[in-house]
C-alpha cells in the first residue's frame, strides 16, 4: 500500500519561502504522477502543481512563475519550492500520488497534509 508522508509546512511571513516534501513508500516497480494540491479554510482542494515521470511539471496559473516541483525518484520524493508567498497561499498542502500500474490503474493516494501559513 502506498503511504505519503509531507513535510516541510509552517508559518512564515509574505515574501517568504518554503520548501515541502513528500516521502513516498510502498510503491510497485511501475510509473506514478505525483502532485501537490492545497485546501485552504472552507474552501475546495486545489490543484497546485503535478509532475510527469519523465520531469515535465504543470502548475495552476495562481502559482506560476513562484513555485517549483521537483522529484527525486530514487529517494521516493517529491518536493514543492515556494517562494514570494502571499497570504492567500496559506493552506493546508497535500501530496498525491496516481497510479499507472497495470493492477490498480487510476488508484489515488494522499498524504496527510502539512499546514503553511503566511502572514501579511
Known amino acids: 500500500q502506498v503511504q505519503l508522508v509531507e513535510s516541510g509546512g509552517g508559518s512564515v511571513q509574505a515574501g517568504g519561502s518554503l520548501r515541502l516534501s513528500c516521502v513516498g513508500s510502498g510503491f510497485m516497480n511501475c510509473q506514478y504522477i505525483m502532485s501537490w494540491f492545497r485546501q485552504a479554510p472552507e474552501k475546495e482542494r486545489e490543484f497546485v502543481s503535478v509532475?510527469?515521470?519523465?520531469?515535465?511539471?504543470t502548475y495552476a496559473d495562481s502559482v506560476k512563475g513562484r513555485f517549483t516541483i521537483s522529484q527525486d525518484n530514487r529517494k521516493n520524493t517529491v518536493y514543492l519550492q515556494m517562494n514570494s508567498l502571499t497570504p492567500q497561499d496559506t493552506a493546508i498542502y497535500y501530496c498525491?500520488?496516481?497510479?499507472?500500474?497495470?493492477?490498480?490503474?487510476?488508484?489515488?493516494?494522499w498524504g496527510q497534509g502539512t499546514q503553511v501559513t503566511v502572514s501579511s
Open positions: 509532475i510527469t515521470g519523465d520531469g515535465v511539471p
Open positions: 498525491k500520488a496516481l497510479s499507472l500500474c497495470p493492477d490498480n490503474y487510476g488508484s489515488t493516494y
